[in-house]
C-alpha cells in the first residue's frame, strides 16, 4: 500500500460551530499522526458555511505546533487570491518553525466567488490562466533569494511546493516545472487519468525532484457496515447539493439529509455522487482504495472524509488505516 494521508475541510456541522470544528481537526490529525498518516493538508475556501479553513497558514501553524512528526500543509493555497510575496513569508515562517515539515500545496483556482476573490486580492482585475506560471515563478524565487524584493524569512526556506489541479493545465505545468502533482479525484474523477498520464508524459526533472511523483485526493468514508458508512456520507453529498444550488451550508445531521425532500434529479445527483466515492465497512473501503491506488498509478493516497460529527470521521480513519495498512514513509 501507498502511503496515506489527509485533506481537511475542516467541515462544520449543521447546529455546531467553528470552534467545534477545529478542535475536531486538532484531534483528527492528533490521532492520524499516531496511525502513521503521512502529511495532512488543509484547504483554502471562502465564504462557505459549513468549511472552517479559509485560513491555511494559521490553521498550519496550530496543527503543526499541535503534532511532531506529520508533514502539514496547503491543499492548497489559491494563487489567485494573494500576492506572492504574502504566501513566501506565511510559508517561509511556517518552515522555520516547523523545518522539513511544512508543504506549500498551490492551487489555481479562487476557490471561492469572483466578488470575495476580489475582496481578497484588493484589486478589480482578475489574474488569468497565463498569469499563473508567472506568479508560481515569482513565490518560488523568494524561496531562493532571487525575488523582486527580499523575502524574510523566506529566503533559504524550503517547503516542499506541490502543484494541484482539475484537469490537464497544472497537471502540464507541474510536468514542466519538475514539480511534485496532486490531483483532485474526489471532484474530478473523469479527468483523473488523463491528467495523470498528461503529468508523467511533460515530466521533466528538476533540482528538488528526479522523478514524477502524483498523489490524488478521493472520498472515502469508513464505517461498521456498507449502510451505515452510506448514512454517514449522505450528508455531505447534500452539502454539495446546496452548494451547486446556490445555497451553501453546514454539513447537515443524517437525519436532516434523509428527510431531505430531494427531486427526481436532485436523488439522481446525490447518487452519481456518492457513487464516485469510496463507501462503505472496512472490507469495501480496502477493496475500493487497492483498486483505485492500482488504477491509478499514483504514489501517494490523500483522503478527504465529511462528516456531520468529527467522532464519525476521526473512526472512519482508524477503520480505513487498520484495513488498509498505509505504508510508513
Do not use: C
Not at 178 to 184: D, N, S
Amino acid at each position: 500500500m501507498v502511503p496515506l494521508s489527509v485533506l481537511d475541510l475542516v467541515p462544520i456541522g449543521s447546529g455546531s460551530t467553528a470552534t467545534v470544528a477545529l478542535k475536531h481537526s486538532t484531534a483528527l490529525i492528533r490521532r492520524v499522526e499516531e496511525l502513521g498518516f503521512h502529511r495532512y493538508w488543509v484547504a483554502e475556501h471562502h465564504g462557505m458555511p459549513g468549511i472552517a479553513s479559509s485560513s491555511p497558514a494559521v490553521l498550519i501553524a496550530h496543527l503543526a505546533g499541535a503534532t511532531s512528526r506529520i508533514r502539514v500543509g496547503s491543499g492548497g493555497v489559491m494563487l489567485s487570491n494573494h500576492q506572492p510575496l504574502v504566501i513566501a513569508e506565511q510559508f517561509g515562517t511556517l518552515d522555520a518553525l516547523h523545518p522539513g515539515r511544512i508543504d506549500l500545496g498551490i492551487g489555481r483556482a479562487p476557490g471561492t466567488d469572483q466578488r470575495t476573490a476580489r475582496a481578497l486580492r484588493r484589486g478589480a482585475a482578475q489574474l488569468g490562466a497565463d498569469d499563473f506560471p508567472q506568479e508560481l515563478t515569482e513565490l518560488a524565487s523568494y524561496f531562493r533569494g532571487e525575488g523582486p524584493v527580499v523575502a524574510v524569512p523566506a529566503h533559504g526556506q524550503q517547503p516542499a511546493i506541490w502543484l494541484l489541479g482539475s484537469s490537464g493545465y497544472s497537471a502540464q505545468l507541474a510536468g514542466l516545472l519538475g514539480l511534485p502533482f496532486a490531483f483532485a479525484h474526489h471532484f474530478s474523477a473523469a479527468n483523473t487519468l488523463p491528467a495523470l498520464a498528461l503529468y508523467r508524459e511533460t515530466f521533466r526533472p528538476s533540482p528538488t525532484l528526479e522523478q514524477p511523483y502524483s498523489m490524488i485526493a478521493a472520498s472515502v468514508l469508513a464505517a461498521g457496515t456498507d449502510a451505515e458508512a452510506r448514512r454517514l456520507a449522505l450528508p455531505g453529498a447534500l452539502q454539495f447539493l446546496r452548494l451547486r444550488l446556490g445555497h451553501p451550508s453546514a454539513v447537515p445531521t443524517p437525519e436532516e439529509a434523509s428527510a431531505y425532500p430531494y427531486t427526481e434529479e436532485e436523488r439522481a445527483f446525490v447518487d452519481d455522487r456518492l457513487a464516485g466515492q469510496i463507501i462503505g465497512s472496512p472490507d469495501t473501503v480496502r477493496d475500493g482504495v487497492h483498486e483505485l491506488v492500482e488504477r491509478t498509478g499514483v504514489d501517494e493516497l490523500m483522503v478527504v472524509t465529511s462528516t456531520h460529527d468529527g467522532a464519525d470521521r476521526l473512526r472512519s480513519y482508524e477503520l480505513l488505516a487498520a484495513a488498509v495498512a498505509p505504508a510508513r514513509v
